[in-house]
């Protein structure tokens, strides 16, 4: 089964220099009917404005991934650690016990547009940590490339729930990617850029779905077409 969830259906929240639009329930936007998908608990897709941020404030127990699409977004942390994340970037806060950060635009120009993605630890108070890989296009170029997941590997990101995310870029419709599902796990699809015809439904840009009681889901693209994949028990 798949049940899409249309990008104009989702929450919004607009000031002067920020426009998101979250999938799940967020800050002052709240439908019980979208409260998550299993451990993945936010999706916000955030355009942030030249110059400007969120200043420093608190999280804790919550794995939280970065994914910009275009521009560049500054991070600093109680950590310590400082970075510029850009496309083709994965970056990973582990919040745990808690720990403070701010995220800025880095440009004084130019609007950054990026994915901020929160997923459920599978336990609470652990030791707060960051890591930041970058993933060449190529690699996902036709293919479903795998980022992030709760296996200990030096290439991908860790995270600390049983969760795996995947990441594609499929530039034209001849070019589609599968993925099996074993059973008892679920799925969540968001279309990150261009469009997407998952399982013979055609997905836009911010569109997302949630595949259940599925062995096998195919997603082809579109030009300028990018595809996030959560697998998820």
């Known amino acids: 089964m798949l049940t899409v969830r249309k990008a104009e259906d989702r929450g919004a929240s607009r000031i002067g220099w920020l426009d998101s639009h979250h999938t799940f ?4 936007y709240y439908d019980p009917e979208h409260m998550g998908f299993r451990a993945l608990r936010v999706i916000n897709d955030d355009t942030v404005a030249a110059g400007a941020g969120f200043g420093k404030h608190p999280h804790r127990d919550m794995e939280i991934i970065t994914y ?114 074993e059973p008892g796990r679920h799925a969540w699809i968001h279309v990150a850029t261009g469009s997407a015809v998952v399982n013979g439904k055609v997905l836009k840009a911010g ?19 990018e595809v996030i994949l959560f697998d998820l028990g």
């Open 68 to 181: 910009v699409l275009d521009g560049a977004l500054a991070h600093s942390d109680s950590l310590g650690t400082g970075s510029v994340i850009r496309p083709g970037d994965v970056q990973k806060m582990s919040a745990g016990t808690g720990i403070f950060h701010s995220e800025f635009n880095h440009s004084k120009t130019e609007p950054v547009h990026f994915l901020q993605i929160w997923i459920l630890p599978d336990r609470g108070g652990v030791q707060p940590g960051y890591q930041q890989l970058n993933f060449a296009r190529e690699a996902k170029l036709g293919k479903l490339l795998l980022v992030a997941s709760n296996e200990k590997r030096e290439d991908i990101i860790h995270i600390q729930q049983d969760a795996k995310m995947y990441v594609t870029v499929l530039e034209s419709s001849d070019q589609k990617v599968t993925h099996t599902l």
């Open 25 to 28: 329930s967020f800050s002052d």
């Open 207 to 225: 569109d997302g779905a949630a595949v259940t009681e599925e062995s096998k889901i195919e997603i082809g693209g579109s030009p300028q077409g």
